[in-house]
Nanobody
Framework: QLQLVESGGGLVQPGGSLRLSCEAP????????IGWFRQVPGKEREGVSC????????EYAESVKGRFTISRDNTKNTVYLQMNSLNPEDTAVYYC???????????????????WGQGTQVTVSS
């Protein structure tokens, strides 16, 4: 069973930056589409960004375009989410998720993903 582990969350001031990482110890991720999602208590999980298995295609939610960048290093078996110009509305638990990329269109829908990490808290506050 593929298990994902997120890291890199924390407390940051508005306007600051964080880089989240998603790894899968003992597994290779190069055949999986990876998505980043976030959730605030009482709200539905929201798709933030996703990246194809090769890294050649990406998608972003409108709310993060121009501020967040998703990337992957398949040699390190890691997917990253670089988050810049953070604001308090970005505060959430961030999750990475994976789904087999075979014949799979890009998607920011949580229901499309089969494997999930436990999440990492991102808090943007002064």
């Amino acid at each position: 069973q593929l298990q994902l582990v997120e890291s890199g969350g924390g407390l940051v001031q508005p306007g600051g930056s964080l880089r989240l990482s998603c790894e899968a110890p003992g597994f290779t991720l190069d055949s999986y589409m990876i998505g980043w999602f976030r959730q605030v208590p009482g709200k539905e999980r929201e798709g933030v960004s996703c990246i194809s298995s090769s890294g050649g295609a990406t998608e972003y939610a409108e709310s993060v375009k121009g501020r967040f960048t998703i990337s992957r290093d398949n040699t390190k078996n890691t997917v990253y989410l670089q988050m810049n110009s953070l604001n308090p509305e970005d505060t959430a638990v961030y999750y990475c998720a994976a789904v087999s990329a075979i014949l799979r269109p890009m998607s920011l829908m949580p229901a499309e993903y089969d494997f999930w990490g436990q999440g990492t808290q991102v808090t943007v506050s002064s």
